[in-house]
């Protein structure tokens, strides 16, 4: 029989090809091949029997063996995720790219022991042993060259609460960091092999065999050997006219047959019994480390299986993968990746595929420190039993709350939890102190936690709409949403109306709160709620619920947000209009918009930059106080916030100062220099942050906040992160 199952989360196909052996088996499963019976046993039953009754086993058995054989030849199930880049659509362009060349070993050298490059580790507690992933740092912290799933990693010692742990010591345990060797094996010579998509159909390249699937115009299917996969440093497609071009859409996918060492076993096996030779069964059976006559049973188990299945109607694409993985998963003795299966798309036409495949390799390494992703573990975790493929949770003391006895179980969020059969979720709360996990009502499901709260859970119901229960887990706000916030002590609920999103919003006991006009943004800021209707105009909503400011302003949710309790408003809906402060908390206009500022920034140690346009185009800017007064008169062209008692700013010639909350210059930096012949210097500078503290970025040179320069080893650490500005 020849089947393959393909299931993908766009699309699902089974196709099957249908090949019955021609043998029939007529001999008795007592104490044959059929039976359940030990190999030993099956070796000594062997030895008892002679002549014609030898014979007719030996025929029988190998009958049975060739049928078994036959039927599962060709056997392939898999399943993939793809992955597109792009949208797989066809272009009337075409983006040429460049001649395909290999980084060389200084290049990869330097990218992998650059002191900026970061390992992450990413535990899954398990038993007997958690695993492990690790993965590159974000952006100036990963490789440039390097993917991180190709380091070779070799554990050298794990650190829990600050403390080297044993290797006994470290099941169930979070660990904090572990010292790890990375190995980077990079290819250093290639070979080119040409796929010719309009002449052949397979590809020979040294022992191996490229098979095209498909081949239609800008869409390929191509299956490669699992071997020979892993040589694949790149592909490009090259269109009629020899344009080499990158692919828009691209999957790549294990392909699971049966194992290719236990199908030669057996065939070894087979011509055994086609020679009727018992001496060479049992020598075969006997030198055979594996116990070949299980992996008969299950090869037999997992045809019957298969046949008996072959009818079923799935529901969806979560049914057909969990069949998929749930065959993989009980035949896993018996299956194994044999090859990789490519689907890709290019946005022209192409009649050939470039595959660069890696002929000889090299090696670099390096000792890294790779931290826990997870910063803080949680208070009850879900653990792997690997000898039973269940689930369970444990605390973070390490003990075990509930036994392994579940599938596939999650945690959500605090004390809940979410186990999948099938295409099946049923969400469970655990309850530790009796050991139990409470099932939630048929059709709820977890949803979301919302944060810095322990009174208040998000829920589905099985139309998929969003509700909120309290810790007894009763209803408190219906379930016809589509998300929820909590601000202070306000429910902002997500709802749409033929299509277009509005916000809906309730007390903390479920009471609904009425706002004038349809809502369609609210910025929840921490101590107040911004609104803004469908017409553009804002208010504000207290954090108790009561609309303090009426919908009657233009507010910008980004920059018009200047403290706990000030905003900036305006009353026209223009470009260069006059902003006024209001007061969040009473209503209480502060400042009049028509007396105001071309721009006001956000209040820090009392003060705000304020700027105010001088003549025609020239903005001129100073600093305000709460209460809307001159504080540090204008005269400058630009400001950053204070901290610490000190700004920076830039006068009207261009140079750079610190000054203090008076407005006194404390220190002026040095003037950019020209290099060259360059008549054009401007001096600039930037106020940053780097973890709690604050620095100044002057003319490319950095200074701590009171204007002294920083440390060399300061500034590289500083440089090699991704920082927040803000530029004069």
């Given at each position: 029989m020849?089947?393959?199952?393909?299931?993908?989360?766009?699309r699902?196909y089974i196709?099957?090809a249908?090949?019955l052996s021609?043998?029939?088996?007529?001999?008795s499963q007592?104490n044959s091949?059929k039976?359940?019976?030990?190999e030993?046993?099956?070796i000594?039953h062997?030895?008892?029997?002679?002549g014609?009754?030898?014979?007719?086993?030996l025929?029988?058995d190998?009958a049975?063996?060739?049928?078994v054989?036959?039927?599962i030849?060709?056997?392939?199930?898999?399943y993939s995720?793809g992955?597109s880049v792009?949208d797989?659509?066809?272009?009337?362009?075409?983006?040429?790219?460049?001649e395909?060349?290999?980084?060389s070993?200084?290049?990869?050298?330097?990218?992998?022991n650059?002191p900026?490059?970061?390992?992450?580790v990413e535990?899954k507690?398990a038993?007997?042993?958690s695993d492990f992933?690790?993965?590159a740092?974000y952006q100036?912290?990963g490789?440039?060259h390097?993917?991180?799933?190709d380091l070779?990693i070799?554990l050298?010692?794990m650190?829990?609460g600050g403390k080297a742990?044993k290797?006994d010591?470290?099941?169930?345990?979070w660990?904090?960091?572990?010292?790890v060797?990375?190995?980077y094996q990079f290819p250093v010579?290639?070979d080119?092999?040409?796929?010719?998509?309009?002449?052949?159909?397979?590809?020979?390249?040294?022992n191996?065999?490229?098979?095209?699937?498909r081949?239609?115009?800008q869409?390929v299917?191509?299956s490669?050997p699992?071997?020979?996969?892993k040589?694949?440093?790149?592909?490009?497609g090259?269109?009629?006219?020899?344009?080499p071009?990158?692919a828009n859409s691209f999957?790549?996918?294990?392909?699971?047959g049966?194992?290719a060492?236990?199908?030669k076993?057996?065939q070894?096996?087979?011509?055994?019994?086609a020679?009727?030779?018992k001496?060479?069964?049992?020598l075969?059976l006997?030198?055979?480390?594996k116990d070949l006559?299980s992996?008969i049973?299950?090869l037999?188990?997992l045809?019957k299986?298969?046949?008996?299945?072959e009818n079923e109607k799935?529901?969806?694409?979560?049914?057909?993968?969990d069949?998929?993985k749930?065959?993989?998963?009980?035949y896993?003795d018996?299956l194994?990746?044999?090859g990789?299966?490519?689907?890709?798309?290019?946005?022209?036409?192409i009649?050939?595929i470039?595959?660069?495949?890696?002929?000889?390799?090299d090696?670099?390494?390096?000792?890294?420190t790779?931290?826990?992703l997870?910063?803080?573990?949680?208070?009850y975790?879900?653990y792997?039993?690997?000898?039973t493929?269940q689930y369970?949770?444990v605390?973070?003391?390490?003990?075990?709350i509930?036994?392994?006895?579940?599938?596939?179980?999650?945690l959500r969020?605090?004390l809940?939890f979410t186990?999948r059969?099938?295409a099946e979720?049923?969400?469970y709360?655990?309850?530790?102190d009796?050991?139990?996990m409470?099932s939630l009502p048929?059709?709820?499901d977890?949803f979301?936690?919302l944060p810095d709260?322990?009174?208040?859970?998000?829920f589905?119901n099985e139309?998929?709409?969003?509700?909120?229960?309290?810790?007894?887990l009763k209803?408190i706000i219906?379930f016809?949403?589509e998300?929820?916030?909590?601000?202070?002590?306000?429910f902002v609920?997500n709802?749409?109306?033929?299509?277009?999103?509005y916000?809906v919003?309730?007390?903390?006991?479920?009471?609904?709160?009425?706002i004038p006009?349809?809502?369609?943004a609210?910025?929840?800021s921490g101590?107040f709620i911004?609104?803004?209707t469908?017409?553009g105009?804002s208010?504000?909503?207290?954090?108790?619920?009561?609309?303090?400011v009426p919908?009657i302003?233009?507010?910008d949710?980004?920059?018009?947000?200047?403290?706990d309790k000030?905003?900036a408003?305006?009353?026209?809906?223009k470009?260069?209009?006059k902003?006024?402060?209001?007061?969040?908390?009473?209503g209480?206009?502060?400042?009049?918009?028509?007396d105001g500022?071309?721009?006001?920034g956000?209040f820090?140690?009392g003060?705000?930059?304020?700027s105010?346009?001088?003549?025609?185009y020239?903005?001129?800017?100073?600093?305000i106080?709460?209460?809307?007064?001159?504080?540090?008169?204008?005269?400058?062209?630009?400001?950053?916030p204070f901290h610490?008692?000190?700004a920076?700013v830039?006068?009207p010639?261009k140079k750079?100062h610190l000054?203090n909350t008076?407005?006194?210059?404390v220190k002026?930096?040095?003037?950019?220099?020209?290099e060259?012949?360059?008549?054009?210097v401007?001096n600039?500078?930037?106020?940053?942050e780097?973890?709690?503290s604050v620095?100044?970025e002057?003319?490319?040179?950095?200074y701590?906040?009171?204007?002294?320069?920083?440390?060399?080893d300061m500034?590289?650490?500083?440089k090699?992160?991704?920082?927040s500005s803000?530029?004069l």
């Open positions: 020849l089947c393959k199952v393909i299931a993908t989360m766009n699902t196709i099957m249908i090949v021609a043998a029939t088996f007529s001999c007592q091949l039976s359940t019976m030990s030993k046993d099956y000594t062997l030895h008892t029997v002679s014609s009754g030898l014979e007719k086993q025929k029988d190998g049975y063996l060739n049928g054989l036959d039927s030849a060709g056997f392939e199930l898999y995720f992955l792009g797989g659509s066809v272009s009337s362009t075409m983006d040429s790219l460049s395909f060349v290999l980084p070993k200084e290049v990869i050298a330097a990218d992998l650059h900026g490059r970061k390992l992450y535990q507690l038993l007997p042993e992933e690790f993965s740092g100036q912290e490789f440039q390097i993917k991180a799933e070779k070799d050298q010692m650190f829990a742990i290797a010591d470290l099941p169930l345990t660990v904090d960091s572990i010292q060797r990375a190995t010579q290639y080119t092999l040409v796929l010719d998509l309009q002449r052949e159909k397979e590809i020979r390249y040294g191996y065999t490229i098979k095209i699937d081949s239609e115009g869409e299917s191509f490669v699992l071997d020979l996969s040589k694949i440093i790149e592909y490009r090259i269109t009629s006219g020899g344009v071009i990158a999957s790549k996918f294990p392909v699971t049966i194992d060492g236990i199908t076993e057996l070894s096996l087979n011509k055994a019994f020679d009727n030779n001496d060479a069964v049992v075969q006997e030198k055979d480390p006559l992996y049973q299950q037999d188990a045809y299986e298969y046949t008996a299945d799935f529901e969806d694409d979560f049914e057909i993968v069949y998929v749930t065959m993989m998963q009980k896993r018996v194994g990746v044999n990789m299966q490519y689907e890709v798309k290019f946005p022209n036409e009649t050939q470039y595959l660069y495949v890696a002929r000889e390799y090696n670099v390494n390096r000792d890294f790779a931290r826990n997870l910063e803080n573990s949680p208070d975790s879900t792997l039993d690997k000898e493929n369970g949770i605390a973070a003391n390490r003990e075990i509930i036994p392994a006895s579940y599938d596939e179980l999650n969020a605090g809940f186990e059969k099938k979720f049923t969400s709360r655990l309850n530790p009796k050991r139990t409470e048929k059709g709820l977890f979301n936690v709260n322990d009174d208040f859970y998000l589905q139309d998929r709409y969003v509700g909120v229960l309290d810790k007894d209803e219906p016809r949403f998300g929820a916030e909590l601000c202070g002590d306000v609920m709802a749409t109306h033929r299509g277009r999103p916000k919003f309730y007390t903390r006991d479920g009471k609904g709160i009425s006009g349809r809502i369609i609210a910025d929840c101590d911004l609104l803004t469908r017409e105009k208010g504000i909503l207290s954090n108790s619920g009561q609309l303090t919908l302003y233009y507010i949710a980004g920059y018009g947000i200047l403290s000030l905003v408003y305006q009353t026209k809906n470009r260069n209009e902003q006024g402060i209001i007061n969040t908390l009473t209480e206009i502060v400042v009049r918009a028509e500022f071309d721009w006001i956000r820090n140690e003060l705000a930059v304020a105010f346009v001088q003549g025609y020239d903005r001129i800017t100073g600093y106080n709460e209460a809307g007064d001159i504080a540090i008169a204008p005269q400058f062209l630009a400001g950053t610490n008692g000190m920076c830039q006068d010639d750079i000054i008076r407005g006194q210059v002026t930096f040095p003037d950019v220099v020209p060259g012949d360059s008549y054009y401007s600039y500078g930037r106020q940053k780097h973890e709690d620095y100044y002057i003319n490319g040179r950095l701590d906040e009171k204007g002294e320069p920083l440390p060399q500034v590289y650490k500083i090699a992160m991704d920082n803000q530029k």
